[in-house]
């Protein structure tokens, strides 16, 4: 087991006294599929809005009445980055009996949804 004493922090790699450890980059495209079959209603909602993070395309701005032009997939990416990260302590949790599965799938949902 690991402790924070363990671990330095680079930009690139987990460092142990013993060796190093290496960080997987995460890629919000690899578990897109995953997420669109989980949550197919926050797909929705992310196209409708804009910021679906593989569909980029004009729409209308309800403040000004003009065509918002801008990519916003990335920030469709980061909630799914945020949904994710959620899937990791939320799973945990379930594991320990601390919450049901059903909740667990919510708080994912929620979160993808909600990223501040």
């Known amino acids: 087991n690991l402790s924070l004493s363990d671990i330095s922090f680079t930009s690139t790699a987990l460092r ?3 060796g190093d450890i290496t960080l997987e980059v995460f890629s919000p495209q690899e578990i897109l ?3 669109e079959a989980r949550f197919p209603r926050v797909f929705e909602t992310f196209t409708r809005v804009g910021i679906h993070p593989t569909k ?3 729409i209308l701005n309800p403040y000004t009445e003009t065509l918002e032009t801008e990519d916003f997939t990335n920030i469709g990416e980061h909630c799914i980055a945020v949904g994710y990260a959620a899937s990791k302590l939320v799973v945990a949790l379930a594991q320990t009996d601390f919450m049901q599965e059903e909740e667990a799938e919510r708080i994912i949902e929620r ?3 909600r990223p501040q």
């Open 33 to 35: 599929e995953d997420f």
């Open 56 to 58: 980029s395309f004009p």
């Open 16 to 18: 142990r006294s013993d």
């Open 111 to 113: 979160a993808s949804t």
